[in-house]
Every structure is written in C-alpha cells, then in structure tokens.
C-alpha cells in the first residue's frame, strides 16, 4: 500500500485529501503543521509527501526545503491556495519557487480529486523509473 504523508494546517483539506486518497487504496498519515510533520516523516517510510506551503511556524517556503532535505527521494507535492489582494499586482509566483526548492509538482487549491490522483500517479511513475534505473 502506498504511505502518503499530508501536512497541512487546515484540517478541511486535510480531511477532504485523506478521504479521497483512501478510497484509492492509499494509506494516509495527517500532520497538522511543519513539526509534527518532520516528527512523522522521521518516524515512518513514506512513497510520497504533499505539503503545504503556507503554514504557521514554518515560513514561505522553510517547510518545502526542510522536507525535501530530510528525504529527497521521497517526491513531495507543494500546495498553495494563496491568493492576493490585489489581482493587478505582479505577483510572485509561489508554486514555481516551491519546484525550484525541490518540490516535484505543484498543485493550487482548490484541486480537484482526480487533479490530485493524476499528480500522485506522475510523481510514483517517475519516482518508480529513478530507482529502476538505480537498481540496474
């Protein structure tokens, strides 16, 4: 069964993530924020992370580059659902800064399920070819 670690500090999200996935046959281990995510992730083995990037006590992106230092080959999914005040502003683009930190896809809520299968299933298949090619 594939480990799924989801850290996030809204509990919606993270209920609505935990009942999707678990209906696909994922086994699935909420952590409501950046520490008691890293208490997870250093207690258990898990095949995929989906972490948000806006979370209190770990700032902008503090928790993608943490998460992605303790277990780079584990592929981890950013989220954001931050939006801006003003639309007419340049805004940074936040997903785009959490790939270069490590994540391996990005996904801006609200996402629907099949949106977030669709990016699981990209990121085991690729994570699945690395470590073939490894192994051979």
Do not use: Q, W
């Not at 069964?1 to 678990?22: G, H, N, W, Y």
């Not at 008691?36 to 993608?64: C, K, N, Q, T, Y």
């Amino acid at each position: 069964m594939t480990r799924v670690l989801v850290v996030d500090d809204d509990p919606m999200v993270c209920m609505a993530i935990e009942i999707s996935l678990e209906r696909h046959g994922f086994e699935v281990t909420i952590a409501d924020g950046g520490d008691s995510g890293l208490r997870a992730l250093e207690g258990a083995g898990f095949d995929l992370m989906i972490v948000d990037i806006f979370m209190p006590h770990m700032r902008g992106f503090e928790s993608i580059r943490i998460f992605h230092e303790r277990a780079p080959a584990i592929p981890l999914i950013a989220m954001s659902g931050y939006a801006f005040a003003n639309l007419d502003s340049p805004a940074p683009d936040f997903l785009r800064m959490a790939l270069e930190l490590g994540a391996a896809r990005c996904l801006r809520k609200p996402f629907t399920p099949m949106a977030l299968l669709t990016v699981i299933n990209e990121c085991l298949a690729e994570a699945g070819s690395r470590f073939a090619g490894v192994v051979r």
